[in-house]
């Protein structure tokens, strides 16, 4: 059977669940996907941090033997199963679904970032203001100890006793904080529109799944680009631009000594590629059987990676000026995460002429940036739990239906992310739920079901198939060895080095708080091990005859059997007795 009568086939079974309308679409939706805010507000803080120029070094190879093999690993099985991330298993090792699940949990975690998109919204509001409410201390929610912002002037320098007109703007203005996650307090309802606005668009981009986000990726993708640009340009041009960029990429080869910056550099290649979370494998299997994947991936991690040079470039430029103009050095000013988005960069723009429109461009490159890392999650979401449940699900009205139920009910729970203790559970979220030791484990699990159980040699054979181009015995060596040694070395040195999460330095959070974070890391993390226990527990037959069971393709594709019969590899054939 020839490769173009599977995918024929593949369209005729999913016909329901539908595809990519056209090869554009799928990269559009990818790139938007993998290319989001950690390019922007992590990726240069971690260059800067750790040796500049020299953390290209282990940035690069991790890119090489982990980053690149894992993409492709996930987007081929998503193309090969054709299934969401927890029915996929089923056609690769069963045993190994507990992936899935945990992928599942994760991804209720993940959706807590919508609220950055709402807070760059609420931003992108004020920023049409004639005066910028972050530059002047005459505003209703300045204290005593408020220093405002004058543009032309080199005396902006923060003391121990005072606080920026910025700082006091995010954190009295936006957040109103509490004194703690004990402190809940009220629903900040202006910041609740604006978290109702963002599930509006997400909703309305992945309403008629694949369909609409392709059609709605086409901006998301492409816009923040154009800003990117933009903004590149201004901050090249601006007075002390050049020395940001020399503490930006300033080579500083003694820190390669240092074990963090290795662990950083992996950790930052997972979290900006959208390796182990599930992504990758739903996107994929909206692809034609026959579609170079292959060549995609190495595209897409390309891309992604540039981008985060580039975004390093405009941050950084940015930074040089306003440390210039405030008569301080880059490090003083050099922030990561909503510090450098919603204080450190506004502060800089509000310093430029015309600040209303460097300071629009900025928000809205972010809001895009955001929205379609967003509901390519909720799409994910929503598609792995459509193929649990086909008959019920994959027809189109009840499809968009589950797709607002899912997004009204999260969204009314996502408003305890915009009360006064809001920002308290949301970096509990982040630094639990979605933590590095959360993606190792994941990554392990992976690695061991497919390099070893379904078999490294059969899976190239697989891409093979598909794309008509086998990957070298690099990719081979890098699933079943260097790949799960380095994410279990990892795992082991996050669990070492753990300590409790600390809101700004300062505050510490109850116990309570901290075992509740714990819950939320071992809800993934245990899906593994359970759902295989239960499934050999389940499985008829003796303990070996299970575990052939189970460590098997639970399905035998026709063009497989077809195969068979042109005696492929004995690895490729499912034995009978287990089909």
Not at 310 to 323: D, I, N, Q, R, Y
Not at 357 to 382: G, K, P, Q, Y
């Amino acid at each position: 059977m020839t490769r173009e009568r599977r995918n024929t086939e593949n369209q005729r079974r999913d016909g329901d669940r539908g595809q990519w309308a056209n090869k554009t679409e799928y990269i559009m939706v990818v790139a938007g996907s993998v290319v989001g805010l950690g390019n922007v507000w992590r990726f240069p803080y971690l260059c800067y941090k750790n040796g500049g120029g020299a953390f290209l070094i282990p940035y690069i190879m991790f890119a090489v033997v982990c980053g690149f093999p894992l993409f492709l690993l996930e987007t081929s099985s998503g193309q090969y199963t054709q299934e969401g991330f927890i029915t996929s298993w089923k056609k690769l090792c069963p045993l190994a679904q507990g992936i899935g699940y945990g992928y599942f949990m994760m991804k209720l975690y993940d959706f807590c970032y919508i609220v950055v998109q709402a807070w760059a919204l609420f931003y992108l509001v004020f920023s049409f203001r004639s005066e910028l409410p972050w530059v002047s201390c005459s505003n209703t929610w300045n204290t005593a100890h408020c220093l405002g912002l004058q543009p032309n002037s080199s005396s902006n320098l923060i003391t121990n006793r005072t606080t920026s007109a910025a700082t006091e703007f995010w954190e009295r203005r936006v957040l109103s904080m509490s004194g703690g996650i004990e402190e809940i307090g009220s629903v900040r309802w202006d910041l609740a529109l604006c978290l109702l606005v963002c599930w509006v668009i997400c909703y309305f981009s992945i309403w008629k799944g694949v369909r609409s986000s392709g059609k709605v990726a086409y901006l998301t993708a492409t816009f923040p680009y154009v800003m990117l640009l933009i903004l590149l340009i201004r901050g090249l041009t601006l007075p002390g631009a050049w020395e940001g960029i020399y503490f930006y990429l300033h080579p500083e080869l003694i820190q390669l000594k240092n074990l963090e910056v290795w662990i950083d550099a992996g950790s930052q290649i997972i979290f900006s590629y959208s390796l182990a979370a599930g992504n990758l494998d739903v996107l994929g299997s909206y692809n034609n059987y026959n579609n170079n994947c292959y060549r995609d991936c190495v595209w897409l991690c390309l891309l992604n990676s540039v981008t985060s040079l580039v975004a390093g470039l405009v941050v950084f430029s940015v930074l040089g000026f306003m440390a210039q103009k405030q008569g301080v050095t880059v490090d003083s000013v050099a922030e990561s995460g909503p510090g450098l988005a919603f204080i450190a960069y506004p502060q800089a723009t509000a310093m430029m002429p015309l600040p209303q429109f460097w300071t629009v461009c900025f928000f809205l490159m972010l809001i895009l940036l955001s929205v379609d890392t967003h509901f390519v999650t909720v799409e994910c979401f929503i598609t792995s739990v459509s193929d649990l449940f086909p008959k019920l699900l994959h027809t189109s009205v009840r499809h968009e239906i589950f797709v607002l139920i899912t997004c009204f009910c999260v969204f009314l729970t996502q408003l305890t992310l915009v009360t006064e203790g809001g920002i308290y559970i949301f970096q509990l979220i982040d630094y639990y739920g979605c933590t590095r030791a959360c993606q190792d484990f994941m990554i392990v699990c992976e690695c061991v079901a497919i390099g070893w159980v379904f078999g490294a040699d059969s899976f190239l054979n697989i891409i093979n198939d598909m794309t008509g181009q086998r990957p070298c015995i690099l990719f081979k060596l890098c699933w079943k060895y260097i790949i799960p040694l380095l994410s279990l070395s990892s795992l082991i040195l996050h669990l070492v080095e753990y300590q409790n999460l600390r809101f700004n330095g300062w505050y510490v959070y109850p116990n309570w708080a901290y075992l509740l974070g714990w819950t939320m890391t071992l809800s993934s993390i245990l899906m593994v091990p359970l759902w295989a226990t239960g499934q050999i527990y389940l499985t008829p037959g003796t303990f070996k005859q299970r575990l052939a069971i189970l460590c098997h393709p639970s399905e035998t594709s026709s063009w497989q059997t077809e195969k068979s019969r042109e005696e492929v590899p004995v690895e490729l054939i499912i034995p009978a007795e287990i089909a």
